[in-house]
């Protein structure tokens, strides 16, 4: 690895904390160029709070919750698991077979705060995690439970952690502190000169303008807040076709060690291109290792990761929904549909075909058939019902046409997860001004782009943003607000919505919609939406 001119910052915080041994392998490692910045942040943070817990005493508490999978826990994780939700069951497959987590790095606590990748990612949970386990999890042990973490499972690293405030992103909106270093850094480590500047409006977590953490400290970060993707169905999401994004004109990323492209569709911002250097990255930053996984470690992630696939397996308005004759639903499906399809109006829809629904189906009561007409509706008006898109950067400004009348599943069209088969990421406006839902809890910055730089297509230069999204990466102005699409498997499963948590229930995702196109929908039409994406 070539010396890096941030380096010797990131190194001389992190030996106040670590041993010069556990340097000296971080260095050696192939670690992402914006990681050893991020990594002497989270070592100034390392949790304390875990140890006033016994172990005894933390598995006795997770016991009673039988759904979570606690750091350590041995139950093996078995082939197929169904668990309760509101809308009916998650049903979650492995395609490797039962797996014994005895010692499994995924399962197992891996960095000094006490996480494993398992605690941001619940198999009850869509392979994410819910407001409703995080709550439970703050009423079981409160801030000594290591969800918490201060690094990134709180506010800010600096308020008191014993406070429920102090964790209020977490707890009421799901998301977790992401920080990444300013300026953006460049795949070797080295700085890259940003189009704008970036000044905080409005900072109600702190950690923007904390001395320590923030934008102006000795290793100037920029705080936002996300929710964690769900780990599955992973064919899906790294399927590439071609090696040119087409939003953008520029190639993919490529693989570092193989040199294959890849989709960039792993992350919000798309920063790690690879299941191996996200998982380096969540090490790092997110469980606090001090170094990133072995070789070995690694390998059994990626596999696991690779295994899984999750939907909704039962629905309790429609049934058992691997055996509802719908070639689109449950877990098995997704297991064996081929990736790297669009879906379409007339072969192929997105989801599958739901005429067998249309008029309620065969078998049932009267009110599953009800609902399962509703479902057929709700895939009708996701293929079918026009709207007017307007504004999106890189739909509407790659020469579609603004405005552009299309469908849900203009944007969502991959088949089986309803992401997008052209990856790229996409300014919607879930965190831009003026269409962003109001967010007094949430950091609010003021982007000024130079005048040599090419604008945002539809904010200009001067641009409102909770989360500038892709920007904090790349540095550009055009690109500040976009985000990449996320799968719509296991919905049910894993409230809230939107990389920022903006939407409480699918009820909430489609009335932002609805408001953001105008596209009136009749409560009967949110009411069929609703039902359909609480079945895939």
């Known amino acids: 690895m070539r010396r890096r001119p941030t380096l010797a910052l990131g190194l001389a915080l992190a030996a106040a904390t670590v041993g010069a041994g556990a340097l000296a392998a971080a260095k050696r490692s192939a670690m992402p160029g914006h990681v050893p910045a991020q990594r002497a942040q989270a070592q100034t943070a390392l949790r304390r709070e875990a140890d006033e ?5 933390r598995d006795a508490l997770y016991a009673a919750a039988s759904t979570w999978r606690a750091p350590g826990d041995e139950t093996p994780l078995p082939a197929f698991a169904g668990f309760a939700n509101a809308a009916g069951s998650f049903a979650l497959v492995n395609a490797g077979g039962p797996v014994e987590t005895r010692g499994h790095p995924f399962f197992q606590a891996i960095g000094a705060n006490g996480r494993a990748c398992v605690t941001c990612h619940q198999p009850a949970d869509g392979m994410s995690v819910s407001t409703a386990s995080i709550q439970a999890r703050w009423q079981a042990l409160g801030a000594k439970d290591p969800l918490f973490a201060a690094i990134d499972g709180s506010n800010c690293p600096s308020l008191p952690q014993a406070k429920a405030s102090s964790h209020s992103l977490l707890l009421n909106r799901g998301l977790f502190r992401i920080f990444l270093p300013w300026p953006p850094r460049a795949k070797n480590g080295t700085k890259v000169e940003p189009e ?23 290793n100037p970060m920029v705080s936002v807040f996300r929710r964690p993707r769900p780990v599955m169905n992973f064919k899906y999401v790294t399927s590439v076709d071609g090696f040119v994004n087409v939003k953008t004109g520029m190639p993919f990323d490529r693989d570092p060690e193989t040199g294959q492209r890849v989709s960039m569709e792993l992350m919000a911002d798309a920063r790690e291109p690879t299941l191996k250097s996200q998982a380096i990255e969540a090490a790092i930053t997110h469980l606090q290792a001090p170094a990133p996984p072995s070789p070995a470690e690694l390998a059994a992630i990626v596999a696991f990761e690779q295994g899984l696939y999750g939907a909704q397996g039962v629905s309790t308005g429609a049934g058992v929904l691997d055996e509802a004759g719908l070639d689109g639903l449950g877990p098995h499906a997704l297991e064996k549909a081929p990736a790297g399809r669009l879906g379409d109006n007339t072969h192929e829809p997105v989801f599958g075909r739901f005429e067998a629904w249309r008029d309620g189906g065969a078998g ?12 057929a509706r709700g895939a009708d008006i996701y293929m079918n019902r026009t709207f007017w898109i307007s504004d999106v950067s890189n739909l509407n400004s790659v020469g579609l046409g603004n405005p552009l009348k299309r469908t849900c599943s203009t944007c969502h069209n991959a088949a089986m997860t309803g992401m997008d088969l052209a990856p790229g990421w996409m300014d919607l406006g879930v965190a831009n001004k003026p269409w962003a839902d109001p967010r007094p809890d949430l950091p609010l910055f003021r982007i000024v782009c130079r ?19 892709r920007a904090l990466i790349t540095g550009k102005c055009a690109d500040v607000g976009s985000i990449t699409m996320q799968q719509m498997r296991g919905l049910a499963a894993r409230a809230p919505y939107f990389s920022n948590g903006s939407a409480r229930s699918l009820a909430e995702l489609v009335e932002f919609y609805n408001r953001r196109f105008q596209i009136r929908f009749t409560a009967r039409e949110k009411q069929d939406l609703v039902n359909f994406l609480g079945v895939l």
């Not at 049932?364 to 479902?375: D, K, M």
């Open 364 to 375: 049932g009561t009267a009110a599953q058939r009800a609902f399962r007409a509703s479902v």
């Open 53 to 57: 817990v016994t172990t005894s005493q």
């Open 451 to 469: 005048p040599d730089a090419d604008p945002h297509p539809y904010l200009g230069r001067v641009i409102l943003t909770h989360d500038p999204g």
């Open 196 to 218: 704008f500047t970036i000044e905080v409006v409005r900072d109600p977590t702190g950690c923007n303008l904390d001395a320590t953490y923030g934008l102006k400290s000795a």
